[in-house]
């Protein structure tokens, strides 16, 4: 048997992207939340945000009893970027780090990089709702998105299936594919 298809009702097309979008989209949220609990109760999520910490240049070190520590702004007059480093590294011993003599401040330096009596002040974050609120917010846009642009494509099929005549389309039917069916009044076998 063979039947052209020239026409596919684009309302149709669109509840069904709907739908189909839809439910894509809220088994990729569940999935998500699901994988990044898992992330942050293993503290894989607290590792990551630690790195990007101390290699982005994330936080600053200051002082828990207001003790003064050595800062760019109070940094002698005319010190550059990396004078300022090398006071840091020296603090108030004035012993380079170089001199043998030195107590150096990697030594009592806890995870954060800050020295004692200091705490990190301004660490990397994530913010776990934010996240999650721009990530719902992206695939609402990406549902309606990909509808209308299903949509658009049933009515580019439309326009060009009246230039072309449709799409051919050929259905064998099997012989052992039809059952017979039951008397009404009669249950199922």
């Known amino acids: 048997m063979r039947q052209v298809v ?73 010190a550059s970027a990396g004078e300022v480093d090398q006071l840091d590294a020296v603090g108030a011993t004035g012993a380079t780090p170089d ?21 990190l002040v301004g660490a990397f974050r994530f913010e776990d709702a934010r996240i999650f609120l721009a990530a719902a917010l992206a695939g609402i846009v990406l549902v309606l998105a990909g509808s209308a642009a299903n949509v658009v494509l049933v009515l580019l099929f439309n326009l060009l299936s009246e230039l072309t005549g449709g799409v051919r389309v050929t259905v064998l039917e099997e012989a052992g594919s039809a059952r017979p069916r039951a008397p009404s009044g009669s249950p199922p076998a």
């Open 6 to 78: 020239r026409h596919i009702e684009p309302w149709s097309v669109l509840k069904l992207s709907v739908l189909f979008y839809g439910a894509l989209f809220l088994i990729v949220c569940v999935a998500s939340a699901l994988l990044w609990g898992a992330a942050r109760a293993s503290g894989t999520i607290d590792n990551v945000e630690s790195f990007i910490t101390s290699v982005g240049g994330f936080g600053n070190c200051e002082p828990i009893d207001g003790a003064a520590s050595v800062t760019p702004s109070s940094a002698p007059p005319g």
């Open 99 to 119: 001199d043998p003599g030195a107590t150096g401040a990697a030594s009592s330096e806890d995870e954060n990089g800050c020295r004692e009596g200091e705490h």
